[in-house]
């Protein structure tokens, strides 16, 4: 077997293992999975976005995870193992890409492990900026497919299908699906340009807008131009110019060093503008991995939440600067022995991203929090407790370390903190819960799960937002339609989750209705391990 053969075999299950690890662990609450997993679960009840719920995004991101619903059942562990799903067809994407530019087989599979260990381990949960990145790589290779075919018969087809998941990038989240839709048209434009046939990128641009239009013209019945956020009132625009460049020039150092490194090596590679134009494939991977680098730029600003969401752009980048590095070895390259010691420095430079799961085998964490004192008496001051907790802040942020298991079916494999587990004991034991007949539930919290464990029925309307971020997921006209169904005492039960330090993730003025009009009989914290909160409870009052 060739060393090239050993290494796409490599490839193989570098992706698939990286992606299916994460089902050997359980969990501790992931902060706003409740988001993945109520979109999620009202598709694969055969709910649609803005014919029964309203959301600023679209509803791409939560097919997967519905198709696994229907299959695997709706608890929370079937999210990872959608996204692991995701993760096999994102590192396939990254691989063909590479194979389509000619990357160097030792490169290649060490560009794949990077990529597997950044954008594939590092994203374990479903996440609609990580999808709508899927999404947007798999129309960026089909055009690559378009461009290095040779068969004319089939070419139109990858034009069209990398249109229909341009579309799907777009209709998960826009600012994703917009970005990769230039990138696709400049290699276009470009090929358009050398070959002097235009039709390709004509073809390519119409069908994104076709797929796009077919889709407005459907859901416009269900008031898709007030949720579906292009800039317009009640949303605000997250486009900053003045965001990107401060954000680019003040931080963004590996953004900077890429894009310095990777014109270097192309002023290095190519004598004159000419030579560097009419070399189709070489000209197609620097523009890709620039697109990339640009589309990364951008998106960390609109895309803010998590703060890697554009960590993607690594595996590109060490692709293009690792392929023309090798190449000026004075040396005959060993595809075995570059992958070795590329992966090897690849693992010590991401080593945080595994590093957490190995030292708690290996690895006794240190006794020295809180107050400590020596053997002497004398206060013992040191890395793990230089900084205490503010007073109070003890009884609301519990280590994950103590975190414990529920009995409820949803959470398996999932732990939460205890007075989390007990708060939803003793909320699920109610006499109103456990006894009425079609009880009526806002759940304004994280525990959007206690749909299919209580169960109730959720509500479905093109005004009902399926998540309560005011200003985000909803605004004041869904805000007074709940102030009005509380002050005519239409819910049952209430649950709200109150998060002072976070601007009204959920709506504070709603819970100023709540404290007027309805009874609050219990509270306890939420399953959260930074912004602290607590989960309140509210009936009727008598």
């Not at 060739?2 to 992706?15: A, G, N, R, W």
């Not at 994102?90 to 691989?95: C, H, N, P, Y």
């Not at 890395?383 to 802040?393: I, M």
Request: with cysteine; glycine share 6%.
């Amino acid at each position: 077997m060739t060393q090239k053969k050993v290494l796409s075999i490599f490839e193989i299950l570098i992706i698939i293992g990286i992606a299916l690890f994460p089902l050997l662990l359980s969990f501790p609450f992931r902060v706003n999975i409740f988001l993945s997993w109520e979109g999620a679960y009202r598709m694969s009840e055969g709910q649609l976005p803005f014919r029964d719920f309203g959301t600023p995004l679209g509803g791409m991101y939560w097919v997967v995870p519905a198709i696994f619903f229907k299959i695997f059942g709706a608890q929370l562990i079937t999210l990872v193992k959608a996204q692991a799903f995701i993760n096999i067809i994102s590192g396939l994407v990254f691989r063909q890409i590479l194979i389509k530019v000619s990357v160097i087989p030792a490169v290649r599979a060490a560009s794949v492990l990077l990529y597997s260990i950044t954008f594939s381990f590092f994203n374990f949960w479903p996440w609609y900026n990580h999808t709508a990145i899927v999404y947007g790589l798999i129309s960026i290779a089909f055009i690559l497919q378009f461009i290095f075919s040779e068969n004319d018969k089939s070419k139109w087809l990858w034009i069209l299908l990398a249109s229909l998941f341009t579309f799907f990038s777009f209709f998960t989240k826009q600012d994703a699906g917009g970005l990769m839709f230039f990138i696709g048209i400049f290699l276009l434009l470009y090929i358009s340009w050398l070959e002097k046939r235009w039709l390709p990128s004509v073809v390519y641009a119409g069908g994104t807008v076709l797929f796009t239009v077919i889709a407005v013209l459907f859901f416009s019945q269900f008031e898709f131009s007030y949720w579906f956020n292009h800039g317009q009132p009640p949303h605000n625009a997250r486009v900053s110019g003045a965001d990107i460049i401060n954000e680019f020039f003040s931080e963004s150092q590996w953004l900077k060093f890429y894009i310095f490194i990777i014109v270097l090596l192309s002023v290095a590679r190519f004598k004159d503008a000419r030579s560097f134009l009419a070399d189709k494939r070489e000209t197609v991977f620097l523009l890709l991995t620039l697109g990339i680098l640009c589309l990364a730029a951008i998106f960390q600003i609109t895309s803010y939440t998590p703060v890697n969401s554009n960590i993607f752009f690594h595996g590109f980048a060490f692709a293009f600067i690792m392929h023309y590095l090798i190449q000026y070895l004075p040396f005959k390259i060993n595809n075995t022995w570059v992958f070795s010691l590329l992966s090897i420095g690849i693992m010590l430079w991401w080593s945080q991203l595994y590093w957490n799961y190995i030292q708690r085998i290996f690895i006794k964490s240190s006794k020295e929090e809180g107050i400590v004192q020596s053997a002497t008496g004398e206060n013992v001051v040191g890395l793990h407790n230089a900084r205490l907790r503010p007073p109070g802040e003890e009884s609301t942020i519990i280590p994950q370390g103590k975190w414990i298991y529920s009995n409820l079916p949803t959470l398996k494999k999932i732990k939460l903190p205890e007075p989390t587990v007990m708060g939803i004991q003793r909320l699920m034991e109610l006499d109103i819960v456990k006894n009425k007949k079609d009880i009526k539930v806002l759940n304004m919290s994280e525990l959007t799960f206690l749909a299919a464990e209580i169960p109730y029925a959720l509500e479905r309307s093109p005004r009902f937002p399926l998540w309560y971020h005011l200003g985000v997921g909803m605004f004041n006209r869904e805000a007074e339609m709940f102030e009005d169904r509380i002050r005519n005492n239409y819910y049952d039960v209430v649950l709200f989750e109150y998060m002072p330090g976070l601007n009204n993730f959920y709506p504070f003025r709603v819970r100023d209705t709540l404290k007027l009009h309805y009874q609050q009989i219990d509270s306890f914290i939420a399953p959260r391990n930074s912004e602290p909160g607590t989960i309140e409870i509210y009936i009727k009052k008598p």
